[in-house]
């Protein structure tokens, strides 16, 4: 009777090569992501501020008014943001605030954004932004009725 032999393999290459694979089909998948809307359909662009340039309290950025109720949209991208505090608001004459975006210790590559819809009564208003001085800009895109 002949023995039977058992030959022990090593499976890293195999490993190693699935984990290529992985690697090859992730850079692939990355690269291949749409290319992101400079701004939904109907916005225009209406303010942007530079973050490193120096700090803002309440900074205005745009003021508009509305002759009846409408809804207002904003969108917003936030490039390279590294700052500590930030805060979007829109603010009536009233004094009424609608908070856009509040946060803290915010950081954001070069694909951060956001987006705000509300509907408000006639009035004037403000979208005031709030932010310690750090890297980044803010680029605000509106649709006003």
Do not use: C
């Not at 939904?40 to 662009?45: A, M, T």
């Not at 803002?56 to 409408?70: C, R, V």
Request: hydrophobic share 45%; charged share 15%.
């Amino acid at each position: 009777m002949t023995p039977i032999v058992v030959q022990k393999r090593s499976s890293t290459p195999t490993v190693v090569a699935i984990a290529l694979m992985l690697v090859v089909a992730v850079v692939v998948a990355t690269r291949q992501l749409p290319a992101r809307q400079p701004q939904p359909q109907g916005y225009e662009r209406l303010a942007q501020a530079d973050l490193a340039a120096q700090a803002h309290q309440d900074h205005e950025l745009i003021a508009f008014s509305l002759a009846q109720t409408g809804e207002v949209g904003l969108y917003f991208t936030l490039q390279n943001l590294r700052t500590t505090a930030f805060e979007l608001a829109v603010v009536g004459a009233d004094g009424t605030s609608y908070t856009v975006m509040q946060a803290d210790a915010l950081r954001t590559d070069r694909r951060g954004d956001g987006q705000w819809a509300e509907t408000l009564p006639p009035g004037e208003y403000q979208l005031l932004l709030t932010a310690a001085q750090s890297a980044g800009t803010v680029t605000v895109y509106a649709s006003i009725p």
